[in-house]
């Protein structure tokens, strides 16, 4: 199984400020198949970010993924009021169902 | 529009089989392709994926559950049923059904979730 490792647990940051979320995988991903959801307290998580790097529909561009084999990176670009929540990566190229990360909460610092 | 809703019991007792429902609409379970999945998520930590079901009906089990879940589809229904045994209070969570992403097993819409607490 492939276990996904999320840093940091928690990043501290102001609105308008650059966000930088990483996701390591124990074994290489095959073919990019990482996902990221936000989630907001209370509700469902939300799609994001498929393949790496595809935004979902209706995904603000300022939300990014990349990377690629063991070492993902979720980047939002300004921050905005509504964007601190947790993040999970999800990885679906091996053994279905997935696995997540544990989790990074993005909070106002 | 995509919608899905998880449906059961709130409150099930420890050794207790629990028994969940997906409802959804805007799309068919028999198109090629399509699938859904259960994950559940304790309150305060991380989520876990559970269960698939695709169009063809093949089935797919997280390892470390396996032995405890069956994942079922009425597709005249538009329903997908998971059903847990042997329930513990560790298995205390909110439990989410999702539809599957076009390109791959990621989860692209999901319910509103129902929270299973395991309590004597």
């Known amino acids: 199984e492939i276990v996904l490792t999320q840093s940091p647990g928690t990043l501290s940051l102001s609105p308008g400020e650059r966000a930088t979320l990483s996701c390591r995988a124990s074994q290489s991903v095959s073919s990019s198949y990482l996902a990221w959801y936000q989630q907001k307290p209370g509700q469902a998580p939300r799609l994001l970010i498929y393949g790496a790097s595809s935004r979902a529909t209706g995904i603000p561009d300022r939300f990014s993924g990349s990377g690629s084999g063991t070492d993902f990176t979720l980047t939002i670009s300004r921050l905005e009021p509504e964007d601190f929540a947790v993040y999970y990566c999800q990885q679906y190229g091996s053994s279905p169902p997935g696995t997540f990360g544990q989790g990074t909460k993005v909070e106002i610092k | 529009q995509i919608t899905l809703k998880e449906s059961g019991p709130t409150l099930v007792k420890p050794t207790q089989t629990l028994t969940l429902t997906c409802t959804f609409s805007g799309f068919s379970l028999s198109t090629s392709g399509v699938g859904v999945g259960w994950i559940r998520q304790p309150p305060g930590k991380a989520l876990e994926w559970l269960a698939l079901i695709y169009w063809d009906d093949d089935k797919r089990y997280s390892p470390s559950l396996k032995s405890r879940l069956t994942i079922t589809k009425d597709t005249s229904k538009n329903q997908v049923v998971l059903t847990m045994t042997n329930m513990d209070p560790v298995d205390t969570a909110t439990y989410y059904c999702?539809?599957?992403?076009?390109?791959?097993?990621?989860?692209?819409?999901w319910g509103q979730g129902t929270l299973v607490t395991v309590s004597s």
């Open positions: 999702a539809r599957l992403g076009d390109y791959g097993d990621y989860a692209s819409y």
